[in-house]
C-alpha cells in the first residue's frame, strides 16, 4: 500500500471510526469522508458522485453488474471475451453466455463480437485491460459495435456494457463517457490501496438488482455499514495513480523494452505472450518452451524475484490458464509460461537482475 494511502485511511480505524448511516454529529463526520471518497472517485471516471457505489474488491463490483443486469432478463443472453477474469466468467456462465474469440495477440475479435450480439443480449462484459497478458482492448470500439446494436431497439430490451478496469487504473484513461461504457468496475489492491475495497461505476438510468439486501446503504445496492477507511483508501490510490499515469507508464514502459529485449537476447526460445503494441506497460508474460513454470516460480521465489503462472485468484487449480488457452497455446506450454509485473519500486537493475537469474536458471 502506497504510504500516502495508509495516512488517509487511519483515522477512520480509529479516532472517526463511527457509523456513517447514524444521525449524531460524530457519524455525520465520518459521513462526510465517505461522499468526499465517491466524489474524489467520481472525478477520475467523468462521472457523478451518485454513480458511484462502493464494494468489497472488484470481485464483487464484477458480480454485481453481471447478476446485477442478468437477474432481470433471465431470458436473454451475456457476451463476453474468453479472456475476462474469473469473476465474469463464472456468473456469466450461470446465463445464455456467449464468449467471443480473441486473436492470438489476446486482442478480441470485433466480427466475432458483432455476430454474437443479438435482440436478446442484455449485457457485454469486455475487460479494459488483461490480468495476465496485460492485452489492452480496444473499449471505444466495441462501444461503437454496441450502440450501433442498440439502434432500433423496443422500449424495454437495454443492451448494457461492463468493463473490468481493475489493472487498468495505474495506466490508462477512466473517463467513462469517453470510453463508451455504462459500468465500470475498479480494484483498490491493484492501484497501492486497501485490499477488499472496490467500486462499481453504474450509469445513470442502468438499474440493478442488488446481490446484498437489508439496510440499503450505496443506493440499495450493497446494503451493510460502509467501509469508511476502504472507500477513502481507494479514492486516495486512485487520485495517485491517475496524477501519475502517465508518468508512470512512460518509465515502465522503458523497462519493459529492455525487459523483453534482455530476455529474448538472453534466452532465445523465450516467447512473448499478448500484444507487443496493445499492451500495459508494467507487464511481461513469457513461455519458456519444455519448462515446467511451478519449478521456476519457486527457484525465483529462493533468489527474490516474485512470479505468477496465470491469475493469483486461480493459482491453486492446477490447471492451465484459461487466457493462454484462448489465445491458441497449448496445455504444455500454458504450464511453461510465467508473468512478470512491474510496479513503482521496479528498476533497471532489478530487471537486469531478473533476467539474469533466469538465465542461469535456464541454460546450461
Known amino acids: 500500500m502506497d504510504p500516502a494511502v495508509l495516512k488517509a485511511m487511519q483515522t477512520y480505524f480509529s479516532r472517526n471510526f463511527y ?12 459521513r462526510k469522508a465517505l461522499e468526499s471518497a ?15 457505489v462502493f464494494t468489497a474488491g472488484g470481485t464483487e463490483a464484477n458480480n454485481l453488474a453481471v447478476h446485477g443486469v442478468m437477474r432481470q432478463f433471465p431470458k436473454g443472453n451475456i457476451v463476453v471475451s474468453g479472456i475476462e477474469h474469473e469473476s465474469v466468467l ?19 475479435d470485433l466480427e466475432d463480437l458483432r455476430r454474437k450480439i443479438d435482440g436478446r443480449t442484455a449485457l457485454v ?5 488483461n490480468n495476465e497478458i496485460g492485452t489492452v482492448q480496444p473499449i471505444r470500439e466495441i462501444a461503437g459495435i454496441i450502440s450501433e446494436k442498440r439502434a432500433g431497439r423496443k422500449p424495454g430490451k437495454p443492451l448494457f456494457f461492463h468493463t473490468d478496469a481493475c489493472q487498468a487504473a495505474n495506466y490508462l484513461d477512466l473517463h467513462v463517457a469517453r470510453l463508451g461504457v455504462d459500468m465500470m ?5 491493484k492501484i497501492y490501496g486497501p485490499k477488499q475495497s472496490g467500486a462499481l461505476h453504474v450509469k445513470a438510468g442502468v438499474e440493478l438488482l442488488p446481490l446484498i439486501s437489508g439496510g440499503g446503504q450505496e443506493h440499495a445496492l450493497r446494503s451493510g455499514t460502509e467501509n469508511v477507511a476502504g472507500a477513502v483508501g481507494l479514492s486516495e490510490a486512485l487520485n495517485r495513480a491517475q496524477t501519475m499515469r502517465r508518468d508512470e507508464a512512460a518509465r515502465l514502459q ?9 530476455l529474448q537476447e538472453a534466452i532465445s526460445a523465450a516467447v512473448i505472450n499478448g500484444s507487443l503494441k496493445y499492451r500495459l506497460p508494467n507487464n511481461v508474460h513469457v513461455t519458456f518452451p519444455g519448462q515446467d513454470n511451478e519449478r521456476l516460480i519457486i527457484q525465483l521465489d529462493e533468489a527474490g524475484i516474485l512470479a505468477a503462472a496465470g491469475s493469483a485468484c486461480t493459482a491453486d487449480s492446477g490447471e492451465p490458464s484459461h487466457v493462454l488457452k484462448a489465445l491458441g497455446v497449448s496445455d504444455t506450454d500454458a504450464r511453461a509460461s510465467l508473468r512478470f509485473t512491474m510496479g513503482r519500486g521496479t528498476t533497471e537493475a532489478a530487471v537486469k537482475r531478473s533476467v539474469r537469474t533466469l538465465a542461469e536458471l535456464l541454460l546450461p
Open 19 to 30: 457509523n456513517p448511516s447514524a444521525t449524531y454529529m460524530a457519524a455525520i463526520d465520518a
Open 38 to 52: 465517491r466524489a474524489g472517485t467520481a472525478h477520475w471516471l467523468g462521472a457523478r458522485p451518485a454513480e458511484i
Open 90 to 108: 463464472e456468473p456469466a456462465r450461470e446465463y445464455e453466455c456467449r464468449e467471443v474469440a480473441v486473436m492470438p495477440d489476446g486482442r478480441l
Open 125 to 129: 462484459s469486455i475487460m479494459y485491460a
Open 185 to 189: 468496475t475498479l480494484n483498490g489492491s
Open 254 to 262: 522503458t523497462l519493459q523494452k529492455l525487459f523483453i529485449s534482455w
